[in-house]
């Protein structure tokens, strides 16, 4: 058989025959503590890479684990290179997930024990289940799949520094430019639309983070003999944070831009059983539900230093520290949005207590080509998987290292995908991972390689 003849039928059923072992690779997958972001881990995340690794040399490609230092100094976290043997002539696709994990947290949130993967009904739960254990098995899934009739060259890069940022991301693209450089990149580490309704990544949001010093004086005062003309510290920094947000909840800093219609209808209902905020909670901003979180700007307070309330006395404090995280519209240069921020909270000083800015990171966000050929193939096999439309959807998060790969590889085509959805709890305890949606994933992937092929 060649892959012309590689039909949807036989596609299903091989992935039929392998999905039980992709689902027990996922649970060794789990099985391994590869928390980047933990020193205590690092001899975790090596055989995380090293079980990566040998699950695609088991397929017969050749694959090494590779890091780099930077020019700053700061030494990247082993990462996995794999190619099938090369096709002249014939289209080369990269395949992106990265193998890292979040910390799990409070274990005693936890309904399970978070490295041991557990079916519960159609999810399975643990962490990386999803973020990003998912992406990788349906690389591996598709490439299992059409292995035998594989028309197209596949470069599969499994990062191990996703969930830190990607601090080494730029210096790996351009030390291993020449493994890494194909006409079609697929990122697997994003969201479908709904359970059961899969979705293409349209847009990203951006990301500043900033830290933020407000002083009202050089030292503290006792509250009984100073308080009444002056307010602490924390209370002008309280103000200053108000400022941010008109009275809808919309944000109040100028130039930020934003889209406020969204190309899908998010129900209220569904949306606060997603996030689980209570039902007297009032949503904040007037865009549509979706339009808020896609393509709209937002400003969270992600760190507030004040006074521990056991370590509370009767003094006014002269000096407070929060850090802001400002999500930025797609399309919209961080720096500028960066520059618009500040402008704003040094222009909105409270009572003429000082306001040092510093800013700390930024991250560009992500605009598809929904014109390409390649998004529009993807939305045929989504759809042809799982059986229902695709749909165009934004994501809230930010993933910088896209901007990354579009302006190294300017001639590729670069699509956003995932298997995460509204109830997969990415990042947080019972993190969970849908089956039917990965099985259909897999079949996804494995209809675009066989269509991609020339």
Not at 132 to 146: K, N, P, R
Request: charged share 20%; proline share 6%; with cysteine.
């Amino acid at each position: 058989m060649t892959h012309q003849t590689l039909t949807t039928d036989t596609i299903r059923e091989r992935v039929e025959a392998i999905f039980p072992a992709m689902l027990e690779e996922l649970t060794k997958l789990v099985a391994i503590p590869s928390v980047s972001s933990a020193p205590e881990h690092a001899a975790d995340l090596q055989a995380s890479a090293e079980h990566v690794r040998d699950c695609f040399t088991a397929l017969g490609l050749e694959a090494g684990i590779y890091s780099v230092t930077t020019p700053e100094g700061v030494v990247g976290k082993p990462a996995v290179v794999a190619h099938t043997p090369r096709i002249e002539g014939a289209t080369t696709v990269l395949l992106y997930a990265h193998h890292d994990i979040q910390p799990v947290g409070d274990v005693s949130r936890w309904a399970s024990d978070p490295y041991t993967a557990e079916v519960r009904g159609d999810r399975i739960y643990g962490r990386g289940t999803s973020d990003d254990g998912a992406g990788i098995i349906v690389h591996l899934g598709a490439l299992t799949t059409v292995a035998q009739d594989l028309g197209v060259n596949v470069t599969v890069f499994i990062e191990g520094e996703e969930e830190l940022g990607s601090p080494s991301f730029v210096t790996f693209l351009e030390t291993y430019r020449d493994q890494l450089e194909a006409e079609v990149i697929v990122v697997a580490d994003s969201d479908n639309w709904k359970v059961g309704e899969p979705a293409l990544t349209s847009s990203l949001r951006g990301n500043c983070v900033c830290t933020v010093d407000v002083t009202i004086a050089d030292h503290a005062v006792h509250s009984g003999m100073f308080g009444g003309p002056i307010l602490d510290s924390n209370i002008i920094a309280c103000e200053l944070i108000a400022t941010l947000h008109d009275a809808a909840g919309d944000v109040a800093v100028a130039g930020l831009g934003g889209n406020p219609r969204a190309d899908v209808d998010w129900p209220e209902e569904e949306f606060r059983q997603a996030a689980g905020v209570l039902d007297s909670y009032q949503l904040a901003g007037t865009a549509d539900l979706a339009a808020r979180m896609w393509t709209m700007p937002s400003i969270s307070v992600i760190g507030f230093d004040a006074t521990p309330v056991e370590k509370a006395s009767n003094t006014i404090s002269a000096h407070t520290r929060f850090r802001l995280s400002m999500r930025t519209v797609p399309g919209v240069e961080p720096k500028a949005a960066m520059d618009a921020l500040v402008a704003h909270l040094e222009s909105h000083a409270p009572r003429g207590a000082q306001v040092v800015v510093t800013p700390n990171e930024y991250g560009p966000g992500y605009q598809a080509d929904l014109d390409s050929e390649v998004t529009a193939l993807l939305h045929e096999v989504l759809t042809e998987a799982w059986g229902v439309p695709s749909v165009n959807i934004g994501v809230g998060g930010s993933i910088p290292f896209i901007s990354d790969f579009q302006r190294v590889f300017p001639s590729a085509q670069v699509v956003v995908t995932g298997v995460e959805d509204p109830m997969t709890n990415a990042h947080s305890e019972d993190e969970s991972q849908s089956i039917p949606d990965l099985k259909a994933a897999i079949v996804a992937e494995a209809l675009l390689l066989a269509r991609l092929a020339k």
